[in-house]
T-cell receptor, first 115, second 111 residues
Framework: SAVISQKPSRDICQRGTSLTIQCQVDSQVTMMFWYRQQPGQSLTLIATANQGSEATYESGFVIDKFPISRPNLTFSTLTVSNMSPEDSSIYLC????????????FGSGTQLSVL | GENVEQHPSTLSVQEGDSAVIKCTYSDSASNYFPWYKQELGKRPQLIIDIRSNVGEKKDQRIAVTLNKTAKHFSLHITETQPEDSAVYFCAASNTGNQFYFGTGTSLTVIP
């Protein structure tokens, strides 16, 4: 597998502010994704983080709200912008690891609460 | 896009009994089907997976079956133990592309 370091692990933020979540992987990865998991819900794909180019967003998610960077193969950031209480959720970085025949592994998640 | 449905949403079994969770998918191009276990407050952990060129795979007490024609796959846990209690998610992927997850099954194993 891979060691996926995600930070912060949790944060409490004020409405209208922004939070940037970082994801660092210790292995060569082919794909990096960002998921959202609302309380008691499933995993919803936000976007695919593309190295060196704009992320590919799923329906319902836009770049202005969730800007994503991926400056190299092993690092990505997700920003949750202009937050509202509806953004309270767990955000998970996930990666496909090349050496495991592209299996998907998850970071430990960021629990975000917006007041 | 892909649509993955998962049943049941909750499942309670007595310790030692078997548990079965079923998923269906819509995209015939999907060819990789992993299962994840998520304990409370933890990240989803990959527990078993199957690719479309295989009909069944087993790893100790856990097995997964795949019916490509019917577009459904199932997770089987035998001789359940209290530590098997968790939320289980199925997923479908066209290898190298996005993963789409089922809605989850909350499994409770009663001692």
């Amino acid at each position: 597998s891979a060691v996926i370091s995600q930070k912060p692990s949790r944060d409490i933020c004020q409405r209208g502010t922004s939070l940037t979540i970082q994801c660092q992987v210790d292995s060569q990865v082919t794909m990096m994704f960002w998921y959202r998991q609302q309380p008691g819900q499933s995993l919803t794909l936000i976007a695919t983080a593309n190295q060196g180019s704009e992320a590919t967003y799923e329906s319902g998610f836009v770049i202005d709200k969730f800007p994503i960077s991926r400056p190299n193969l092993t690092f990505s950031t997700l920003t949750v912008s202009n937050m509202s209480p509806e953004d309270s959720s767990i955000y998970l970085c996930s990666v496909e690891v090349a050496s495991t025949n592209e299996k998907l592994f998850f970071g430990s998640g960021t629990q975000l609460s917006v007041l | 896009g892909e649509n993955v449905e998962q049943h049941p949403s909750t499942l309670s079994v007595q310790e030692g009994d078997s548990a079965v969770i079923k998923c269906t998918y819509s995209d015939s191009a999907s060819n990789y089907f992993p299962w994840y276990k998520q304990e409370l407050g933890k990240r989803p952990q990959l527990i078993i997976d199957i690719r479309s060129n295989v009909g069944e795979k087993k790893d100790q007490r856990i097995a997964v079956t795949l019916n490509k024609t019917a577009k459904h796959f199932s997770l089987h846990i035998t001789e359940t133990q209290p530590e098997d209690s968790a939320v289980y998610f199925c997923a479908a992927s066209n290898t190298g592309n996005q993963f789409y997850f089922g809605t989850g099954t909350s499994l409770t194993v009663i001692p």
